[in-house]
């Protein structure tokens, strides 16, 4: 079954000089050409319409998507490229104009497989009024058990015509083992064929080289995907791993950067990028840095290019570039994993993937190890419609169709996510869409029309309602990482901007519409964070109240060795807790699970770009390696505590070099996050969930505890002095001790000043180890005040004065509230607005005499102001009296005063 799965969609391309055969027509003048109903389709040759002829097929009776005419192309179609065509005209049956739309697809069943439903053209628009070409490029690389093509319509009941089909093509050459071919370049007779990608520029230049005298120096780069590229087309072969190498050097007088290699894979018009696994490092101007990794390529391809890029603006040298074939070790005779967690209570022990591990030895990890899938980046936003109104499903299908013949669930991940979603979703043409009434509306239409097409597609593919996907993140990262001022700290996400908190209860209401029997989920990252925690289960407890459909809570546990296994158990028991006081059942997932060894732990938000560059938590690799395996035991020691309410653990990743952490936001390429190393074989971490047995004694301990990031504290003022305030410390931990308690200043039960004051908090372990500083704010604020501070000029708002002679104004002030108003806080300053220049101040000792006596209700006191004018003209001042109520309240009070000067 495997081999077969490995060969799906391998199409070698006929010779350039044979003639397409044509291997089926059908024009219906005599019978249906071998054409039969699908469900309760009926079929029928008729004379009331015809495209050529006299006669077309007509469809009537179907009471199904999914019925319709079908031909049993099984024997008629081996493995190659076929193009096949139909002409479809509507019934007409109503006297106004009608259009629907209709698609061409094939239920194709590998030998010994399970059934896939593929696209040959989607949804294309038809009338009761014209013929319409219904066509596309049907290509497979499979032996087949069973093959057949047919017309579909999501109207159920829709009835149509369908005229001249054709079927032309080739079958596919035999895909024979080692056509690829190695490659490699030096540099030493020109460029080898690489160019500049977007605005790079590329020449050779014998200033350094790795070896030889000449190397590749790109420059102009002015995003981080530009480099140096070339086509690598023919050293791939489809399902064969191959190592790359190319060693890279800044350009003189450059700070360090990360850089790394990729391959843009084209076919048709489609392109996808894929990372080189384990090819990324950060390079100095220093010294030369081997970029060196894996890659498989997971499907067909016309061309692909392979690339070197990283942070941008950043001139940097290649050379010695190669690509040759891989000796993969085979793989472990061990225990696999679903297996042994399965015993364990885990109904679902998953794996995020993408194409390259749908083939060769990746695949055979994926079926030995897991029995659940998560599209990695294919069932987002931006992949399924980057446009508007066009959906693109070929790469989840792909996977789709790898779980299908596999017998393995998928967990589809995700509807709706502020991240990875077209900038056409919230736009109404450049215009950005507001939480207007009628943008709200569009915005609404648009959620229903992304997740109502693929639940559309996939019950075109799934007629039978079989689809492999048993569940579905529905929501994703809508849970701020600090203190805001949305309800339950929600994202300020423009989907939040535009719909606000009823966005989520939204998503689950039209989830629920379209995928009934899907269990749906909420997703986020750092839920084992207590501050988060809190506001997580805030926002999923407001939806049960309000009895929003939503089935389960996802913790993606993208966590760090240093972090404590605690965390993440408060927060799975909060939602069993959750689900108790409810009444309502949450199901639990861990949906992307992986272990950060590097020493900052900046979290899993992708949105947030790059941050300061990382290093590793301990020096020694092995002991880094065998300290994940202790991490990972006591990890899972905790998660078989919580197999009753867990549904299903997700690793992120199928390998450490497929880790997303060994190149966002900068090249690690010593993390080692997962189960299985960059060659596929068990790490300790594999072991630590196996049999910790078989771990190395464990390393010293090294690793500070965690301190939790924590909430501003607010509190309101008892006197001018502040408030004494009594702040809860902030959680800390360490991966060996449990519990410790931080050391903050200011301490608990200090008074703080009316303000903001930063409080600082470190923890240290039993080793000696101490904690990064983690601060927090203490906000604290006046009460509302009952004073209420006026003030007069008595002469009035305009004072006459004479050129070189002092004026002098009497101001009077008081308290007409509550409360009393201190003396000594008085505050006085006037601001010039217009005029000749002039001083306006207080007179000597005014300022004294006011601050010998407080001010309660009903007190009055009088200042004096002086000004000298040296010019004619009337000068306009603001003069604002200030001062603090017994509380701390700050009030003032501002009055206009002119100063008419004259001769």
């Given amino acids: 079954m495997l081999g077969m799965v490995a060969t799906a969609g391998v199409v070698a391309a006929p010779a350039a000089t044979a003639a397409p055969a044509t291997v089926h027509t059908a024009d219906f003048e005599q019978d249906t050409a071998g054409w039969a109903g699908r469900g309760t389709a009926q079929l029928a040759p008729s004379t009331a319409q015809a495209r050529s002829g006299a006669q077309s097929l007509a469809v009537t009776g179907r009471t199904d998507t999914w019925h319709g005419p079908g031909l049993d192309a099984a024997a008629l179609l081996p493995a190659g490229s076929w193009e096949v065509e139909a002409w479809v005209r509507l019934a007409d049956t109503t006297p106004e104009p009608e259009t629907d739309v209709v698609t061409l697809s094939a239920a194709r069943t590998p030998t010994g497989g399970a059934t896939a439903y593929d696209t040959v053209a989607w949804q294309v628009a038809v009338s009761d009024s014209a013929w319409t070409r219904v066509a596309g490029t049907y290509e497979f690389g499979t032996s087949n058990s069973g093959l057949e093509l047919y017309l579909e319509s999501p109207d159920a009941t829709q009835a149509f015509f369908v005229d001249d089909v054709t079927i032309t ?48 120096l790109t420059t102009g780069r002015t995003q981080g995907w530009h480099g140096p590229a070339v086509d690598v087309t023919d050293g791939l072969a489809l399902g ?26 084209e076919r048709g018009t489609a392109m996808n990028y894929d990372n080189v696994a384990g090819a990324s490092a950060v390079v100095t101007a220093d010294a030369w840095t081997e970029l060196r990794g894996t890659y498989t390529l997971g499907a067909a391809i016309d061309r692909a290019q392979l690339y070197v890029e990283g942070d941008a603006g950043v001139d940097f040298l290649i050379d010695d570039f190669a690509l040759a074939g891989f000796a993969e070790t085979p793989l472990q005779d061990v225990p696999g994993l679903a297996d042994v967690l399965g015993a364990d209570g885990f109904e679902h022990v998953g794996v995020a993937i993408d194409q390259r591990e749908t083939v060769g030895r990746p695949a055979q990890l994926v079926q030995r190890h897991f029995d659940a899938l998560t599209p990695e980046n294919d069932g987002k936003p931006a992949e399924v419609q980057p446009t508007e109104g066009t959906f693109t ?8 169709d790898f779980a299908d013949a596999t017998g393995t669930d998928v967990y589809g991940h995700v509807l709706v996510w502020h991240s990875q979603t077209p900038d056409w979703f919230f736009l109404d043409g450049d215009r950005p869409l507001t939480n207007a009434p009628a943008d709200q509306a569009l915005l609404r239409a648009r959620m229903e029309a992304h997740i109502k097409g693929i639940a559309d597609h996939l019950a075109a593919r799934y007629p039978d309602g079989d689809s492999p996907i048993w569940a579905m993140d529905v929501v994703n990262e809508v849970i701020a990482d600090g203190d805001n001022a949305n309800p339950h700290d929600m994202r300020d996400s ?53 009895g929003v459909p939503i089935d389960g809570v996802g913790h993606q546990a993208h966590v760090d060795f240093a972090r404590p296994v605690q965390w993440l158990d408060d927060s799975l028991t909060a939602v069993e807790q959750l689900s108790a006081r409810t009444g309502t059942p949450l199901l639990q997932a861990i949906t992307e ?81 997962l189960p299985f190393d960059d060659d596929l074989q068990v790490m300790p971490a594999y072991w630590g969930i196996v049999d910790p047995t078989q771990l190395a004694p464990r390393p010293a301990d090294v690793l500070p505890p965690r301190i939790a990031a924590q909430d501003p504290v607010r509190a309101t003022a008892t006197s001018t002095a502040g408030a004494l305030v009594r702040y809860p410390l902030p959680q800390a931990g360490d991966t060996r001790d449990g519990r410790v308690t931080p050391t903050c200043s200011p301490r608990p039960w200090t008074v703080f000043p009316i303000g903001t004051t930063q409080v600082s908090c470190t923890a240290t372990d039993s080793a000696g180890n101490r904690s990064n500083p983690v601060t927090f704010d203490v906000v604290v604020t006046a009460p509302p005040t009952g004073t209420r501070l006026y003030q007069q000029i008595n002469n009035g708002p305009v004072v006459r004065a004479n050129v070189k002679q002092t004026v002098q104004l009497v101001v009077q002030f008081g308290n007409r509230g509550t409360g009393v108003l201190l003396g000594d806080s008085f505050g006085y300053a006037c601001t010039q607005t217009s005029g000749p220049a002039m001083t306006l101040e207080l007179a000597p000792g005014s300022a004294r005499q006011v601050a010998n006596r407080d001010y309660p209700a009903g007190q009055n006191g009088n200042v004096s102001l002086r000004a000298r004018p040296t010019e004619t ?20 009070a501002t009055t206009s005063v002119t100063i008419d000067v004259r001769r």
């Fill in 169 to 216: 093509g080739e079958p596919a050459a035999p895909v024979e083992p080692g056509t690829r071919a190695d490659l490699a370049t030096d540099f030493e007779s020109g460029t080898g064929g690489w160019t500049g990608r977007g605005e790079a520029q590329v020449a050779t230049t014998t200033s350094d080289a790795h070896g030889g005298t000449t190397s590749l």
């Fill in 873 to 892: 003209g009337a000068a306009a001042f603001d003069c604002t009296l200030s001062m603090t109520d017994s509380r701390g309240a700050a009030v003032s």
């Fill in 494 to 546: 423009r989907w939040f901007q535009v719909l606000g908190e009823g966005f989520v209860d939204e998503a689950f209401r039209l989830a629920d519409r379209y995928f009934p029997d899907t269990a749906l989920f909420i997703n986020d990252y750092n839920t084992e964070m207590p501050a988060k925690r809190a506001d997580y289960l805030e926002l999923v407890s407001a939806l049960v109240e309000r």
């Fill in 393 to 400: 499903f070929g790469d989840l299908d792909a996977l789709l």
């Fill in 240 to 265: 064969e791993t191959v190592q790359v190498s190319v060693w890279a050097k800044l350009a003189s007088g450059q700070a360090p950067a990360s850089l790394r290699v990729s391959v843009q894979r």
């Fill in 593 to 673: 699970l992986d272990v950060s060894d590097s020493k900052e732990n900046n979290g899993a938000d992708v949105s947030n770009g790059t941050v300061p560059q990382h290093s590793p938590a301990m020096a020694d690799q092995d002991a880094a390696e065998t300290e994940l395996g202790y991490y990972y035991r006591d990890l899972f020691d905790m998660l078989r505590g919580h197999s009753d309410s867990i549904e299903a653990v997700t690793f992120w990743g199928i390998s450490n070099g497929r880790s997303w952490l060994r190149t966002w936001p900068a090249a690690r390429p010593w993390e080692s996050p």
